[in-house]
């Protein structure tokens, strides 16, 4: 009875059961190949971040090693505001011009390195037994140099972080002057509407006063500026005291 009914149904179904079951097959072997892929991804995303905080580790222990944890982490400070100054839209919309503090980096690095290079030395000259007056006075030489040294990197940090602490209010003055504009938009346009109702004419728009909020951009933008022409003169003294024949 079953084999009847089977070869009873028409060969026009059992092609179209073929092709739906062919489809079926198609579509669950494409489901796990994407699923595959997508596994892939997931892993390969995964291993690239370790890989990243790995590298950032050992980049990290290195600035510690060559320049000493304090002086690294000033360094990384400045270091982490360079980057904040670059993704901030005052930076992307041209508002801070350009200014390269890579050379500024440098030179933070190279002040930390060398005072923590001075301070290994004295650490162990100050440890030997029955000091001499010749120790007494090169330790105090190399202890001052290692002063201005750390003096120098550090304010220079300073400087960038508090123009990444500029650029970061230039970003708020601008999302303000943006909910400014639009209400003061939204504030002329239900004047105009409240007065057509009570008057029953058309009210002019009112002029436009000009917007206190493009004046705090103005000015954080000014004050930005100062502070890279602060780097900057300090990029020119440096450079002048390290040249052959500076007193």
């Known amino acids: 009875m079953i084999l009847w009914l089977i070869a009873s149904i028409p060969k026009e179904i059992w092609i179209v059961l073929g092709i739906t079951a062919a489809v079926g097959v198609v579509a669950f072997a494409v489901e796990k190949a994407l699923e ?47 980057g904040r100054i670059a993704a901030s839209e005052a930076a992307r919309n041209g508002w801070l011009g350009e200014f390269d503090f890579s050379g500024d980096l440098q030179e933070i690095t190279e002040h930390f390195r060398r005072a923590h290079d001075l301070r290994k030395v ?11 007056a010749d120790d007494r006075r090169i330790l105090a030489e190399a202890n001052r140099t290692i002063a201005e040294l750390e003096r120098v990197g550090a304010e220079r940090a300073a400087l960038i972080e508090r123009c990444a602490l500029e ?12 909910i ?51 780097i900057r003169v300090a990029r020119e003294t440096t450079r002048r005291e390290q ?4 007193g």
């Open 243 to 246: 040249s052959p024949g500076a």
């Open 36 to 82: 595959a892929r997508e596994r892939r991804r997931l892993a390969a995303e995964q291993r690239k971040r370790a890989e990243r905080a790995a590298r950032a580790e050992r980049e990290r222990a290195e600035r510690i090693a060559t320049l000493g944890r304090r002086n690294a982490a000033l360094l990384e400070g400045a270091m982490a505001a360079v």
């Open 167 to 178: 650029a970061q209010r230039i970003d708020e003055s601008l999302r303000q002057q943006r």
């Open 122 to 132: 004295t650490d162990k000259l100050s440890r030997l037994d029955k000091p001499s």
């Open 180 to 230: 400014d504009a639009k209400t003061a938009e939204e504030r002329a346009k239900l004047h105009a509407e409240l007065s057509a109702l009570l008057y029953g004419i058309e009210a002019a728009p009112p002029a436009q006063a000009a917007s206190p909020g493009t004046d705090t951009v103005l000015a954080r933008v000014q004050a930005y500026r100062e502070l890279t022409e602060q």
